[in-house]
């Protein structure tokens, strides 16, 4: 009788993950983040998606001004076995833009992910993980069916807080009420 083969998964923390990236195991065009100790392949941006995440920067770079640092695909430390890279973040600003240390959920204003075709990725999977943490406000912008899902009210089971809005909606990050965006002019 032959031994039954089970694979076993190497589990790694924030730290070893980025010395992959210092020593050149990772690229750094490589397109990875760390989930809860696992190395998640991303899937590629096309061009939605790229369109989508540059038109938010763009938006929000001109309305936050000092307020905010727009911070456009760049790793987050949630915890010591995650480090994710979502889309767009607006953060809380630093004097050091955060050259000495990965922002932290609680540098976190608000936290975008832009989807196609990771959409089932980011409910599923990545937003309990920011729910987990505390990161206090998510939008999902959902491009194939043209709306936005808000979350607010972070706690251990999820978020408290979620609303959908229309391509005709305007919407307020809460800890920015003098940012509204138009829904329009990301997803058209």
Request: proline content about 7%.
């Amino acid at each position: 009788m032959s031994a039954v083969f089970v694979p076993t998964r190497r589990k790694f923390s924030a730290d070893q993950f980025e010395q992959l990236g210092r020593s050149g195991i990772l690229r750094e065009d490589e397109r990875v983040e760390l989930l809860e100790g696992e190395m998640i392949d991303m899937a590629p941006i096309g061009s939605r998606h790229a369109s989508a995440v540059n038109t938010l920067s763009m938006l929000f770079a001109r309305a936050v001004g000092e307020s905010a640092l727009v911070s456009t695909q760049n790793p987050l430390r949630l915890s010591d076995e995650s480090e994710p890279q979502p889309d767009l973040m607006l953060l809380a600003p630093k004097p050091d833009r955060y050259r000495s240390a990965l922002r932290q959920p609680q540098d976190v204003l608000l936290l975008i992910e832009v989807s196609d075709t990771t959409l089932t990725y980011d409910r599923e999977t990545k937003l309990p993980l920011y729910a987990k943490h505390g990161v206090c406000e998510v939008w999902i912008v959902d491009l194939d069916a043209n709306r936005l899902e808000v979350y607010r009210t972070p706690s251990a089971d999820g978020y408290r807080r979620a609303r959908t809005l229309a391509e005709t909606d305007e919407v307020t990050p809460e800890a920015l009420p003098a940012v509204p965006l138009q829904l329009k002019s990301v997803l058209e």
